[in-house]
């Protein structure tokens, strides 16, 4: 059974970073788009970053660019989320979500709660 486990999640005063961290089994990592979506108590998920199976070409939200990068090792079947000067409208549950680049199956993790106090 496929998995993705997040990890890095925690408490952080306002101007702190966080590296978020999923790990996948199970499943052929290189063929996937990997993205980091988050959801705000009350809120609907919000995509935050995308990473590319085949060039790792990236995408971000505008209320994260130039805060938030995404990354991944395929060697590792690992995708990462380097969250820098966050705001405490970045508090959230923060998952990691696979799609196949062709056959378009999709995964979720679990999710990581990321709060930032002010």
């Known amino acids: 059974q496929v998995q993705l486990v997040e990890s890095g999640g925690g408490l952080v005063q306002a101007g702190g970073s966080l590296r978020l961290s999923c790990a996948a089994s199970?499943?052929?990592?290189?063929?996937?788009?990997m993205s980091w979506y988050r959801q705000a108590p009350g809120k609907e998920r919000e995509l935050v970053a995308s990473i590319s199976s085949r060039d790792g070409s990236t995408n971000y939200a505008d209320s994260v660019k130039g805060r938030f990068t995404v990354s991944r090792d395929n060697a590792k079947k690992a995708v990462y989320l380097q969250m820098n000067s966050l705001k405490t409208e970045d508090t959230a549950v923060y998952s990691c979500n696979a799609v196949h680049a062709l056959r378009r199956t999709e995964y979720w993790g679990q999710g990581t709660q990321v709060t930032v106090s002010s």
């Open positions: 199970r499943l052929t990592f290189s063929n996937y788009a």
